[in-house]
Every structure is written in structure tokens, then in C-alpha cells.
């Protein structure tokens, strides 16, 4: 019984406990309930203003005209008149090559040019006609050496066979020769004695035509019959080469022989050799009388107009010459770099004077990918420097670069930005903070970012109605400012009340 009364007592406890602690819960979140209902409101009135959307990013000044200058030709520094940082002015002289020997070289084309123009003096004439009088001479000389030689190879040739291979024969100089040393090889000595008749054959022609045509007529057939001979003379060669030492035929023998032979090669191969030399100068003062009679031919003609006017672009080409040994500035501005001396040999190409337009300045900008949607040519800009505190220039956008520049791994796009109108005081080389404004509006409904409910891609507002309670209400945004308001195009009306408080 006892045990009973006690189980009943601890159940009746904790139930009590427990109705304890949940009216404790409800009490406190009604608390909170209370007063979140009576938390102080930031209310807004809606109304119409201006929604400016800009993109802010830095840039660097920059000379809107940056030139390098260097020469085209090569040649020694005389002078130079300017230093870094002299300020220029178009056409003014910067540095000087040595024109002493290209001014020579214009005297002298110059002088040709106005003897042209003059037509050919009688002199002239005259030099061209003894020209020709002098090439004719050389041509009868070199066609009588010409003919010297031609006799003289036959002779050798006649002298090599009769004299000194016609030892190794009998009947060499009939139809019949017979080659009289043994040999193992009979189709060679058959050839040998076959080449011996038509040597023989061929001495006898070549004599009749050197006594009964005129030298020159037999000109292409004396290297011919040479070329024969000599191959003749290399057959009866190999067989005496061939030969050895017997009871009818000693060493000595051979020797002799061998001599022979060698005696009558050397003969011909100098008869070869004075025909090649002959002809190569017969040719030369050939060619050497058609160029001075065309030349005279010329002088008798006189200059023709194609001539002279060959001649002043010479003349012309010179004098550009001249004039690009001056280094003349193209625009007005400052000199920022001067790599040359007095006396250096210049390098066509070479950068030597750099000048940059100090009046003429604008602003170079790098613009992330994320931003560059946004940015027009004449787009307003304004700029700042951190050089000039509490001014702020105007500007506009006057470039969008089409390709990429990588950053530090990141795409951006160069942007430059001209001046409204000249500063003085702003130099190149100065950082500036830019303001792009990339589209505004005005007198457009707008709103503060913060008071803007955002659920995923849509966008509420909590409006105060009729009942004068606030009730979120969907909104379409428009245009999204820098300066902290956004535009609603509809659910909201100028006089709105809406609740602004931030989270």
C-alpha cells in the first residue's frame, strides 16, 4: 500500500513539473512575439530620382602620341642637339649623321645628270671609236693566236704519232698497222691497231685543211681530232703499261717505251690546253667589240629621255638619302630618352630619340571581364588624383581594346579615357581613380538596395497597405546604381510607404 501512495505522489510531481516548464515556453515566445511587433520601423516613402550605374577601377596618364625615332641608313653621329627632357616642337632638328660623302655622291650624279641633259660631246664620241678600234685590234690578235694554235696542235699531234708511237708499229702509215707488242688482252690490240688507221686518217684531212681552207673554218674540228688523238695515245698507253720483262724485252725497253708515250700525252695535253685558252680569249674580244660597238652606237644616238630621267631618280634617291641623315621631330613634346653619341656608328632601325606629346594627355584603365559588358565608347567618366585632393576632371571613353590582357592569371581589357579639355597641371605617369558611368536615369521610381527582399531571381518589397499593415509585395527591378538606390519599373508608385529596416 505504501508503495503504492508513493509511485502515485512521484507521477503526480513530474507531470506538475513539466506543465511548469512548457507554460514557461509558451510565455517567452509570446514575449518575443510582442516585441518583435513593436520594433521600431525605418519607413520610406517612395519617390523619383536619378539611378547612376557606374564601374570604378584605376588607370595611369599616358601621352595620347608616343613616338621612337631612328634613322634608315647607317652612318657616324656628328651632332646631337637635344638631351632627355628638352622640350621640341615639329621640325626641329634632334641628331645628324656625316654627310660629307653622300653630299659627294649627289655632286657627282648631279654632274652625270646635266651631261645627259647637255647630250653626248664630240669627246665622247671619239673615246667610244677607239674603243671599238681598240676591241677590233684585240679581236684580229686573239683569232691570229687563235690560228697559231691550231697550227701548232697539229703539229704536236703529228709529232706525238709518227715521232713517238710509231716506234711500237710496223706499217704504221698505211692501211694495215700491226701493233708489236704481245698481250694477253686481243680485243684492246685489235682496237689499237684499228684507232691507229683512223689517226692516220684524220692527220692526213687535218693537213689538208690547214693548207687549203682558212684557220677559221677548221677552229671546232682541231679540238675534236686532239680529243681523238689522245684517247689513241691512252689505248697504246695501257698496253705498254701492260708489259713485262722477257727474254725479247728488258726493262730498259720498257722504260723507253713509257717515255715515249708519256712525251706524246704531255704534247697533246698541251696542244689541249693552249686551244682552251686560245678560244676563251677569242671569245673575250668578241664580246669585248660588241659592247664598245653598241656603246658607241649609243653615244651617236644620243640620251634618250628614259635615260635622263633614269638619271634624276638617282639624283632623287640621293637627296632622300641626305635628308633622312637628320633626325627631325614629327610632333611637339618632351624627350624622354636619348640613346646615342656623338661619333657611334648607327644601326639602321635603331631607336636612338623618344618623344612623347606632354599637352596631349589621356587615361589608360584595365577592366575586369565582369565589368567590360557594361562600357561604351562616350561613356562619362570622372577623375580623380590622388595628386590633386578634392578635384575631379571630366572625361570619356574613347577605346575599348577588342582583345584580352592577362593580369596576374586574370582577363581584363585595356579602356583609355580622353580629357574633356586640356589640364596643364596633370602629367603622364599619374594614377588616377576613375568613375565609369555606364548607363543613368531620372525621375525614376527608385528604392534603397537594403530595403529590397531577394528570394532566389525574384524581388519584394514589404508595402504598407490600406490597413496600415506591411505586406511583402513583388517588385520588378530595373536599373541598379553606385549610389545605393535601384530603380523599380512596377509594384510600386510614387507615395508608397514601404518598411526599410535592414536585416
Known amino acids: 500500500m505504501k508503495n503504492t501512495i508513493t509511485k502515485t505522489f512521484s507521477f503526480i510531481k513530474s507531470h506538475y513539473i513539466i506543465s511548469i516548464i512548457v507554460v514557461a515556453v509558451i510565455g517567452f515566445v509570446g514575449y518575443k512575439i510582442q516585441a518583435g511587433n513593436n520594433a521600431p520601423q525605418q519607413l520610406y516613402t517612395v519617390q523619383t530620382g536619378p539611378v547612376i550605374q557606374k564601374v ?18 647607317n652612318g657616324k653621329v656628328a651632332q646631337i642637339y637635344v638631351d632627355v627632357g628638352s622640350r621640341v616642337s615639329v621640325g626641329q632638328v634632334l641628331v645628324s649623321l656625316d654627310k660629307s660623302e653622300m653630299s659627294a655622291n649627289l655632286l657627282s650624279a648631279q654632274a652625270k645628270l646635266a651631261d645627259l641633259k647637255n647630250g653626248t660631246r664630240p669627246e665622247a664620241i671619239a673615246v667610244a671609236e677607239t674603243q671599238v678600234a ?20 697539229y703539229t704536236k699531234s703529228d709529232d706525238a704519232i709518227h715521232n713517238s708511237i710509231d716506234g711500237l708499229f710496223s706499217n704504221g702509215k698505211t692501211t694495215n698497222p700491226q701493233f708489236n707488242l704481245l698481250i694477253n688482252d686481243l680485243q684492246l690490240k ?48 695501257l698496253a705498254v703499261n701492260s708489259q713485262t720483262i722477257n727474254s725479247n724485252l728488258s726493262q730498259t725497253t720498257i722504260d723507253g717505251y713509257k717515255t715515249s708515250i708519256s712525251n706524246a700525252r704531255t704534247n697533246i695535253v698541251t696542244a689541249i690546253n693552249n686551244m682552251s ?49 637628320t633626325l627631325v621631330s614629327p610632333q611637339n613634346g618632351l624627350v624622354t630618352k636619348k640613346d646615342v653619341e656623338v661619333g657611334e656608328i648607327i644601326t639602321p632601325g635603331k631607336s636612338v630619340i623618344s618623344i612623347i606629346s606632354d599637352s596631349n594627355l589621356e587615361v589608360e584603365s584595365n577592366v575586369s ?64 581613380n576613375l568613375q565609369i558611368i555606364t548607363s543613368s536615369k531620372d525621375n525614376v521610381i527608385r528604392v534603397p538596395e537594403y530595403s529590397i527582399i531577394h528570394k532566389g531571381a525574384d524581388a519584394f518589397v514589404s508595402k504598407k497597405g490600406a490597413d496600415e499593415k506591411f505586406v511583402e509585395t513583388p517588385v520588378t527591378l530595373g536599373l541598379v546604381g553606385q549610389d545605393g538606390y535601384t530603380e523599380v519599373l512596377s509594384g510600386l508608385s510614387v507615395g508608397d510607404v514601404i518598411n526599410s529596416v535592414t536585416p
Do not use: C
Not at 56 to 73: A, E, M, R, W, Y
Not at 134 to 153: E, P, Y
Not at 207 to 212: A, E, G, P, V, W
Open 56 to 73: 570604378i577601377v584605376t588607370g595611369k596618364t599616358k601621352p595620347v602620341h608616343s613616338v621612337d625615332l631612328g634613322f634608315q641608313n
Open 134 to 153: 681598240n676591241a677590233q685590234t684585240d679581236l684580229t690578235d686573239s683569232q691570229n693566236n687563235l690560228n697559231v694554235k691550231i697550227l701548232d696542235s
Open 190 to 237: 685489235n682496237n689499237i691497231n684499228q684507232d691507229r688507221f683512223k689517226v692516220e686518217t684524220l692527220l692526213s684531212t687535218w693537213k689538208s685543211n690547214i693548207n687549203n681552207i682558212p684557220t677559221t673554218d677548221v677552229f671546232s674540228g682541231t679540238d675534236a681530232n686532239l680529243a681523238t688523238i689522245k684517247a689513241f695515245i691512252d689505248e697504246v698507253a
Open 277 to 325: 685558252a686560245a678560244e676563251e680569249k677569242l671569245n673575250s674580244a668578241q664580246s669585248a667589240l660588241t659592247l664598245a660597238q653598241k656603246n658607241l652606237d649609243l653615244q651617236k644616238s644620243g640620251n634618250t629621255p628614259e635615260s635622263i630621267k633614269a638619271q634624276e631618280a638617282v639624283v632623287m634617291q640621293i637627296q632622300a638619302q641626305l635628308a633622312n641623315m
Open 369 to 432: 571581364e565582369i565589368n567590360i559588358g557594361k562600357i561604351k565608347i562616350g561613356n562619362p567618366v570622372d577623375i580623380t588624383f590622388d595628386a590633386f585632393p578634392g578635384q575631379t576632371y571630366k572625361g570619356t571613353v574613347t577605346y575599348v581594346e577588342p582583345a584580352e590582357t592577362i593580369i596576374d592569371g586574370v582577363v581584363n581589357y585595356k579602356v583609355t579615357i580622353a580629357f574633356s579639355q586640356t589640364y596643364p597641371e596633370i602629367k603622364s605617369g599619374l594614377t588616377t
